[in-house]
């Protein structure tokens, strides 16, 4: 079946430090990808997603391109914040068909603290 | 109210106890899920409605009995649990169906932190 993989937690960063949280992934077919955040005392919220190879995925400052050839979708973002402290969950999605509901498989989640 | 809510944000109890989970979405989704999120493991898809009709149950014990009554709510009824049960339960909503739409983004909730003794 689907699985993610994520790089394991947590992760501590000085304010304006280059993150990276490496994705990699198992899928039948041509999955979506996407990137959810989850900030402390909240549900997740799509940070950014890519439906296809090459497509790269962009919000607030992070960046995720999606590569086929690696079965990767790498996190980035070139100079943090203290307010990207988080739990980033990288995740794919099998479409489902228009009546049973798409479904999302999670990898499980990487910690991120950065220090001012 | 708007996005996706759930109450209670935390409960507690015991083995015997029978308590319900309540999740709304304002949306106007005609889907909604159930997730589980326990603590060093990815998040589990325990329940998928669609349109009112249960899509999916992956193979969720009985002691976990989902509902919904519309497409705006579900309710995860919670029975004779055990300790390992103690996780955050999350619902999520979504549009699905609509034409030419890649993907259809799912809205969480902010979960309901279960514990129990």
């Known amino acids: 079946g689907d699985s993610v993989t994520q790089m394991e937690g947590p992760v501590t960063l000085s304010e304006e430090a280059f993150l990276t949280i490496n994705c990699t992934y198992t899928?039948?077919?041509?999955?979506?990808l996407f990137w959810y955040v989850q900030y402390p005392g909240e549900g997740l919220q799509l940070l950014l997603k890519a439906t296809k190879a090459d497509d790269k995925g962009s919000n607030k400052g992070f960046e995720a391109t999606y590569r086929k050839e690696t079965t990767s979708f790498h996190l980035e973002k070139g100079s943090v914040q203290v307010s990207d402290s988080a739990v980033y969950f990288c995740?794919?999605?099998?479409?489902?068909?228009?009546?049973?509901?798409?479904?999302?498989?999670f990898g499980e989640g990487t910690q991120l603290t950065v220090n001012p | 109210e708007t996005g996706v809510t759930q109450t209670p944000r935390h409960l507690v109890m015991g083995m015997t106890n029978k308590k319900s989970l309540k999740c709304e979405q304002h949306l106007g989704h005609n889907a909604m899920y159930w997730y589980k999120q326990s603590a060093k493991k990815p998040l589990e898809l325990m329940f998928v409605y669609n349109f009112k009709e249960q899509t999916e149950n992956n193979s969720v014990p009985s002691r976990f009995s989902p509902e919904c009554p519309n497409s705006s709510h579900l309710f995860l009824h919670l029975h004779t649990l055990q300790p390992e049960d103690s996780a955050l339960y999350l619902c999520?909503?979504?549009?699905?169906?609509?034409?030419?739409?890649?993907?259809?983004?799912?809205?969480f909730g902010p979960g309901t932190r279960l514990t129990v003794l």
């Open positions: 999520a909503s979504s549009q699905e169906g609509l034409a030419g739409v890649e993907y259809n983004e799912q809205f």
């Open positions: 899928a039948t077919g041509y999955p979506s």
């Open positions: 995740a794919l999605s099998d479409q489902g068909s228009g009546t049973s509901g798409s479904r999302l498989t």
